[in-house]
């Protein structure tokens, strides 16, 4: 669309006026002598003025006449323009009224198409809504079937394995129920052929035998300081880790009491210190072999202090045993090599071999310790073992810590070459009795009794003359027990 003046409108009007002329004002005339031509000529120059004026006037009168023309003409030319700007305004008006109809109509469609547009998204939206609700409420509902067809057939296969597991379980115990009186029925054997061996061990023992154990665990030793602890030496800096983690256990030894719930705590917690060590398999037989030197040694140092000490120290062991299996290996060798008097071996003590396989130690001075001394850690570690033989807490099946082994143990030495007997065996003798003897009377009824009054009695006598002090002791005992039918046992530990 084009704004602009219509092409007729008139844009000029030629209003030049006409030369009008001025009257000439003279100035007043010099005097003169006024006569009569003077007059006359006065006269027409009145009349010339007169005429001037009147033409001047009339020639005003005429511009005044034009300028009405003129200004009408203008007046009529403003009211043209006028008009003309008001057409052009109305035009315009027009124009853009219609032109904005046509943007609000433009507008309007935009809104309404774009409204149609939203209502078609949003039906969409609502369509797209009501399938999705429609197909998550069909999955829903196929799912809560599934769910539920599957916790049925869960359920069903629960009883039929409960019902399964219970005629197994029926089963099981009756056939549990046949092997446990079978067992019973083997194991009444085997112990009445074991006291029956037993006994006939008191006349006879096969020292070629006992000797060939007491190599095995020999052995044991130098197998266990070749393959771990020499190993371990060698790695200086693994070393150092371990003996940090050494200094922990050590102290736990030395805690122990006759408190039940004290051995508890000490017991988890030496355990744990053990299991540590699990994520390295050298490390982890070292500690083992640590563990068990050190119970040893809290044996021949504390227990001889504190009998009653065995106790606490045969429980934390049994402890470890059940947590670690393994650790039987280390701690069999340990009491074997420390005191072999436990499987019945003895030697001749008259040279430097047969001190060393029985145990003696040297002093600071390179001098064998004096039999007392050796006596009473011979003492100290079999309190220990012979607490670990009659202990039944555990229900480990360890054949160097049972009953059988102490029936053992009585019955080699009884039937000892008369030679070899000292005043050790008769100081271990004596610390197995206040120990075990109680539990062993228990075990084997009237069996033990006839090997404890041997023990105490024709054993003894044949020292008699030698005046051994611990042969003496475990006479007293003897006799005690023989009189009054009690014998005095350990101190058990307090709840």
């Known amino acids: 669309m084009r704004y602009g003046l219509p092409d007729d409108f008139e844009v000029a009007v030629d209003i030049t006026p006409e030369p009008v002329s001025l009257s000439l004002i003279k100035a007043e005339p010099e005097p003169v002598a006024r006569s009569e031509s003077e007059k006359v000529f006065q006269e027409v120059c009145r009349n010339i003025e007169s005429s001037t004026s009147a033409l001047i006037e009339l020639k005003e009168q005429e511009m005044l006449g034009r300028r009405g023309v003129l200004n009408l003409k203008i007046s009529a030319h403003y009211a043209l323009a006028d008009a003309n700007i008001s057409y052009l305004a109305e035009n315009f008006e027009s124009k853009l009224q219609l032109q904005s109809n046509e943007v609000e109509d433009v507008i309007r469609r935009e809104k309404e198409r774009r409204r149609l547009e939203a209502e078609r998204i949003r039906r969409e939206e609502e369509e797209r809504k009501r399938r999705e609700e429609e197909e998550r409420k069909r999955k829903e509902d196929e799912e809560r079937r599934r769910a539920e067809d599957e916790r049925k057939r869960k359920e069903q296969e629960e009883r039929d394995r409960k019902a399964e597991e219970e005629r197994k379980r029926k089963e099981a115990e009756e056939e549990a129920k046949k092997q446990e009186e079978l067992k019973a029925k083997r194991e009444k054997e085997e112990l009445e052929q074991k006291k029956k061996e037993e006994m006939s061990n008191l006349a006879t023992t096969n020292a070629s035998r006992i000797e060939k154990e007491f190599l095995k665990y020999k052995q044991d030793i130098l197998d266990i300081k070749n393959n771990t602890v020499l190993k371990l030496n060698e790695n200086k800096d693994l070393k150092k880790s ?254």
């Open 242 to 495: 371990v003996n940090q983690h050494k200094r922990k256990i050590n102290p736990k030894f030395g805690q122990l009491s006759n408190s039940i719930s004290q051995l508890r705590r000490i017991g988890a917690e030496v355990v744990d210190l053990i299991k540590a060590t699990k994520v390295d398999a050298l490390v982890f037989n070292w500690t083992l072999n640590f563990v068990a030197k050190a119970i040893i040694d809290q044996a021949e140092t504390e227990v001889i202090v504190r009998p009653n000490s065995a106790l606490p120290l045969a429980h934390l062991a049994y402890t470890i045993l059940h947590e670690f299996q393994e650790f039987a290996y280390y701690l069999d060798a340990r009491f074997i090599k420390k005191c072999p008097y436990i499987i019945g071996y003895t030697c001749a003590i008259d040279s430097e071999e047969g001190r060393k396989r029985m145990g003696w130690k040297r002093t600071t001075d390179n001098k064998w310790e004096d039999d007392a001394k050796y006596d009473e850690r011979m003492g100290g570690i079999t309190t220990v073992w012979a607490v670990m033989t009659r202990l039944t807490d555990y229900n480990l099946k360890l054949p160097l810590y049972s009953m059988a082994a102490s029936w053992t143990f009585l019955a080699r030495i009884a039937n000892l070459n008369q030679l070899l007997l000292s005043n050790v065996h008769f100081a271990i003798l004596g610390n197995w009795w206040e120990a075990c003897a109680a539990q062993f009377v228990a075990a084997y009824g009237k069996q033990s009794e006839k090997l404890m009054y041997v023990i105490v009695t024709a054993l003894t006598d044949v020292v008699a003359n030698r005046k051994l002090p611990s042969a003496a002791r475990l006479r007293i005992l003897g006799e005690d027990w023989v009189k009054t039918g009690r014998i005095e046992s350990l101190k058990e530990m307090e709840r």
